[in-house]
C-alpha cells in the first residue's frame, strides 16, 4: 500500500465507520479500489508511522481556511473525549492518574479522559487543536496555544479564557485581540456590541465541537494511549477534509 491509499482507508474509517478500520479495510480491499489492501495488525503499524503526514494535512488545510476566513475572526472552545464511563474507572488501562478526571459543568457530570482544545474559523473550520488531561483548566491550556494568526485577528472564549497577561501579550507582540466572555468581577468590562458578538461567534465552535463528535462511535476503542490520541486526532483531520471536500 501507499502512504494515500492508507491515509484515505483512515479518513473512510473516521467518516463513515466510526473510526473502525476493519469495516473500511473490507470495503475498499476491492480491484477497483485498494487491491494491495494491508491486514489488521499490519495496516495499525503502518498507521501509526504516517502521524508525521496527518499532521502536514491538518496544517496544510488550516493554512487555506485562514486564507479564505477574510475576517480574520477565530473562536476558541474545549469538549471532553472519555476514555471510559466513571464505573469503569479502577479498570481504565490507558490512563490512570486522576489528572484525566474533572467535573464539566456545561455538562453537568464527570469524565475520564482527554480534552480537545481546539481553535476554528468564523465558518467553523478548525486551524488548531491539542490534547489536554482533563483535570486542567482552560486558562492554564490558553498558555498552550500558538495563535499562528494574521495580524489583527480577533479571538473569541468563553469566561475560561480570562487571562489578562496572555491577552497583552498576544496584543503587544502579535497584533492579536483575545476577546473572551467576561466574568461578572472583570477589571475590563466590554461593550453591548461585543458581548453580541462574543455570543454569536460562541455558537459557532459549539457546532464544530458537535460535527466532531457526531463522528465519534459509543465507544473509541484503543489498546495504549497513542493508539487513543492518533484516532482523535484522525477524527479532526477527517472533519477537516469533509469540510473541504
Known amino acids: ?8 482507508t483512515a479518513i473512510v474509517a ?13 470495503l475498499l480491499c476491492s480491484p477497483y479500489y485498494i487491491p494491495n489492501m494491508y491486514r489488521g495488525s499490519r495496516f495499525n503499524r503502518r498507521l501509526h508511522r504516517l502521524d508525521a503526514v496527518f499532521n502536514e494535512i491538518f496544517y496544510f488545510l488550516s493554512s487555506v481556511w485562514k486564507d479564505l476566513n477574510i475576517n480574520s475572526v ?5 469538549f471532553p473525549v472519555p476514555v471510559c464511563d466513571n464505573i469503569r ?3 481504565a488501562n490507558i490512563y490512570k492518574d486522576e489528572e484525566f478526571r474533572g467535573y464539566n459543568a456545561s455538562k453537568r457530570r464527570y469524565f475520564y479522559g482527554l480534552k480537545i482544545h481546539l481553535l476554528v474559523t468564523q465558518d467553523g473550520e478548525p486551524v488548531e487543536f491539542f490534547l489536554t488531561p482533563f483535570a486542567p483548566s482552560d486558562t492554564k491550556a490558553l498558555e498552550r496555544y500558538v495563535f499562528d494568526l494574521p495580524k489583527g485577528s480577533i479571538v473569541y472564549g468563553d469566561k475560561a479564557y480570562n487571562h489578562y497577561e496572555i491577552e497583552d501579550l498576544l496584543k503587544e507582540i502579535d ?41 465519534f462511535p459509543k465507544k473509541n476503542h484503543a489498546v495504549t494511549a497513542k493508539g487513543f490520541e492518533l484516532k482523535i486526532f484522525l477524527f ?10
Not at 18 to 25: I, K, L, S, T, V
Not at 175 to 190: A, Q
Open 1 to 8: 500500500m501507499t502512504d494515500t491509499e492508507v491515509c484515505v
Open 14 to 26: 473516521m467518516i463513515y465507520f466510526g473510526g473502525n478500520f476493519e469495516h473500511a479495510r473490507k
Open 74 to 78: 477565530y473562536v476558541i472552545d474545549s
Open 89 to 91: 474507572i479502577p479498570r
Open 175 to 215: 497584533e492579536i485581540k483575545l476577546r473572551p466572555i467576561r466574568k461578572k468581577n472583570t477589571k475590563r468590562p466590554l461593550e453591548p456590541w461585543q458581548e453580541f458578538l462574543q455570543q454569536l461567534n460562541r455558537k459557532i465552535v459549539e457546532t464544530t465541537n458537535s460535527l466532531i463528535t457526531k463522528l
Open 236 to 245: 479532526i483531520v477527517a472533519h477537516s477534509t469533509q469540510i473541504a471536500i
